[in-house]
T-cell receptor
């Protein structure tokens, strides 16, 4: 069945790297996504990776995709207080562009 | 920029009341979705629509209905609100999958936080 799993909390010190992990079950997805939700707001697309890629880098963000293990990760370099948010992994395995979301990882950045 | 607007950011209703949550998008998207978000459960799909007057049940449709009379507007209706429907409701829209360019991105509104007393 369709399922996306991620840990619920991550706490890092400002300036360190953050790594948020996700596992998914549908191997036929074309894209996999990371969304960010800031307090009191809706979700915004942070980045995505095409399924034929292993890695995508975009400034401080690095996405790694391990298709064999169905594992997706998001690395944020030099984490800042403005990165404090909930990060959702999403898999379009629902059809009709439906996205299946993980439970979200709350990232807390402390001084 | 794509804009998805939810009419109410905060609502407080009483048990048994009928509740309407309105969502409008301005980018001519075919697909529209209603999710509810609860801590530790992530986003769960209530209903979605891929065309005017078309609707499909999501994972948790019980207690909800929807209406899509115009392409840009998708309404979520709680016929008789109950306390277990207290939640954050998120509307989203996206292009139909065969329209290009299309990465399948969902565009979200700011959310409507509903409290049922």
């Amino acid at each position: 069945g369709e399922d996306v799993e991620q840990s619920l909390f991550l706490s890092v010190r400002e300036g360190d790297s953050s790594v948020i992990n996700c596992t998914y079950t549908d191997s036929s997805s074309t894209y996999l996504y990371w969304y960010k939700q800031e307090p009191g707001a809706g979700l915004q697309l942070l980045t995505y990776i095409f399924s034929n890629m292993d890695m995508k880098q975009d400034q401080r963000l690095t996405v790694l995709l391990n298709k064999k293990d169905k594992h997706l990760s998001l690395r944020i370099a030099d984490t800042q207080t403005g990165d404090s948010a909930i990060y959702f992994c999403a898999d379009p395995s629902g059809g009709y562009n439906k996205l299946i979301f993980g439970a979200g990882t709350r990232l807390a950045v402390h001084p | 920029d794509v804009k998805v607007t939810q009419s109410s950011r905060y609502l407080v209703k009483r048990t048994g009341e009928k509740v309407f949550l309105e969502c409008v998008q301005d980018m001519d998207h075919e697909n529209m979705f209603w999710y509810r978000q609860d801590p530790g459960l992530g986003l769960r799909l209530i209903y979605f629509s891929y065309d005017v007057k078309m609707k499909e049940k999501g994972d948790i449709p019980e207690g909800y209905s929807v209406s899509r009379e115009k392409k840009e507007r998708f309404s979520l209706i709680l016929e008789s609100a109950s306390t277990n429907q207290t939640s954050m409701y998120l509307c989203a829209s996206s292009l139909w999958r065969t329209r290009a360019p299309n990465t399948g991105e969902l565009f979200f509104g700011e959310g409507s936080r509903l409290t049922v007393l």
